[in-house]
């Protein structure tokens, strides 16, 4: 009796057991409830783009020639196609003095621009290039790049409301006459359409400056009424025919390289991210030695070519007289016109002063 008591304890300590195990399990294996929903996959933000509209102020033949549709695809590559543009010569869209406040309001977003054109910064005169303050291309273009004149130009525009991408050095700027000159006293007397910037350091030796409308140049030479002009170029020169009036170009150029502004809407530039913005800087970099480099080849070809009739080169000691002058009138006019001013004249006093002790090359 005991070992059939004893039995029946032991099958029930291993029902309970086995109960106590199974029970969990057949819970675990009732009917599933609703799957968790899955997270869903984020869409990617559709990257943000930029078309812009831009105008430089040469016509159309320039601006083939300068390259500006390379600069706008390398741009354009190099975002990945986020950047586009639409780009316009002088007077297509609008006209010249019409450019900044097209760019300011946002008619026009990017704008390649003329200091001189307009006197929409106080530095205009140094920006385009001070008359006979460099000997040769390679010093102002140091002056810009590495002694501060770029962060100047940059703080002048932004007070006008506008963001300075960067410089461009084109060609530079010379004068042609329908009379050689030889000396200063050769200069003596000849009647030069040049703008007021540029014509302190000739009045001062004797040369009668005419600001004339450039239209109005080759008719006024022609005739007589003039004999000269300072233009951009020995190549712009031919490419316009003013040779053919206008036969003995004069060495050395009044500015050894004219540099342009290249310029963006100030709400569009602060809608750009850095990266976006130094793909523009890099696109205009790339621009400003394509110019620099297709003007100067244009430059030799043109001396040497016949186009000219002569090529008249001046004494040292006469250019250094003329370059006493241009010294003159950035001490004495550009520099008081404000603090800005001051410090680009007090740069370029000194670089003067270095580049004459280093005696490196001349122009």
């Given at each position: ?40 996959t984020p869409e990617p933000t559709p990257e943000a783009t930029w078309h812009l ?74 920006e385009c290039g001070a008359p006979f303050a460099t000997k040769n291309a390679l010093e ?224």
């Amino acid at each position: 009796m005991k070992k059939k008591g004893l039995l029946k304890l032991i099958v029930g300590v291993s029902l309970v057991a086995v109960l106590a195990v199974a029970i969990p399990l057949i819970s675990g294996c009732a009917a599933p409830g609703p799957a968790p929903t899955p997270t869903p996959t984020p869409e990617p933000t559709p990257e943000a783009t930029w078309h812009l509209r831009g105008i430089s102020p040469q016509c159309r033949s320039i601006v083939e020639r300068d390259s500006i549709a390379q600069c706008c695809d390398v741009i354009t590559k190099m975002s990945g196609g986020r950047v586009t543009f639409d780009w316009y010569a002088g007077g297509e869209l609008m006209p010249s003095e019409e450019e900044i406040p097209a760019l300011k309001a946002g008619t026009i977003q990017m704008l390649q621009w003329y200091p001189l054109m307009g006197t929409v910064t106080e530095l205009r005169t140094i920006e385009c290039g001070a008359p006979f303050a460099t000997k040769n291309a390679l010093e102002f273009r140091s002056l810009i790049y590495h002694r501060g004149l770029m962060e100047l130009f940059a703080e002048s525009y932004e007070e006008q409301g506008l963001y300075y991408i960067g410089p461009s050095l084109h060609d530079p700027l010379e004068t042609c006459s329908r009379l050689p000159a030889y000396s200063l006293d050769d200069m003596k007397g000849q009647r030069i359409q040049l703008l007021a910037e540029h014509a302190y350091p000739y009045t001062q030796v004797g040369v009668a400056c005419m600001p004339t409308p450039p239209a109005d140049v080759y008719l006024a030479i022609q005739t007589g009424a003039m004999d000269g002009f300072g233009w951009s170029g020995a190549d712009e020169i031919v490419m316009f025919g003013m040779n053919e009036v206008a036969p003995y170009l004069w060495d050395p150029p009044f500015v050894d390289v004219c540099n342009v502004a290249y310029l963006l809407n100030k709400d569009v530039a602060d809608s750009m991210p850095e990266e976006i913005l130094e793909i523009i800087r890099v696109g205009v970099l790339h621009l400003d030695v394509w110019n620099e480099t297709v003007r100067c080849n244009g430059e030799f070809k043109c001396r040497t070519d016949g186009s000219f009739k002569e090529v008249c080169y001046l004494p040292e000691e006469d250019v250094k007289v003329l370059q006493g002058y241009g010294m003159e009138y950035l001490e004495n006019d550009v520099a008081l016109r404000n603090a800005r001013c001051a410090e680009a004249v007090r740069i370029i006093k000194e670089f003067r002063a270095e580049v004459d002790e280093a005696d490196w090359y001349g122009h």
